[in-house]
């Protein structure tokens, strides 16, 4: 299974559909973003650098969920 698959297995789930997908690439081709929207799936592409990945991080955290950080 891959994550796209992952995706939407969780996205169909009544159980598991609530909870925040983050999905994590390279890059990601237009499709792929268009499907990650219709899933509510956020993204994030990754990073060499790890200041810059926690600070992607913590972007990424204040859209799921604002008051974490």
């Known amino acids: 299974m891959n994550g796209k698959e992952l995706l939407l297995h ?3 789930d ?3 559909s609530t909870i925040p997908i983050v999905m994590h690439s390279t890059n990601f081709s ?3 973003l268009k499907l990650f929207s ?3 799936a956020f993204t994030m592409q990754k990073q060499s650098n790890y200041d810059r990945l926690l600070q992607e991080l913590k972007v990424l955290l204040q859209k799921i969920e ?3 950080l």
């Open 14 to 16: 009544p159980d598991l």
């Open 38 to 40: 219709a899933y509510k």
């Open 66 to 68: 604002p008051t974490c």
């Open 10 to 12: 969780l996205k169909d």
């Open 30 to 32: 237009d499709s792929d």
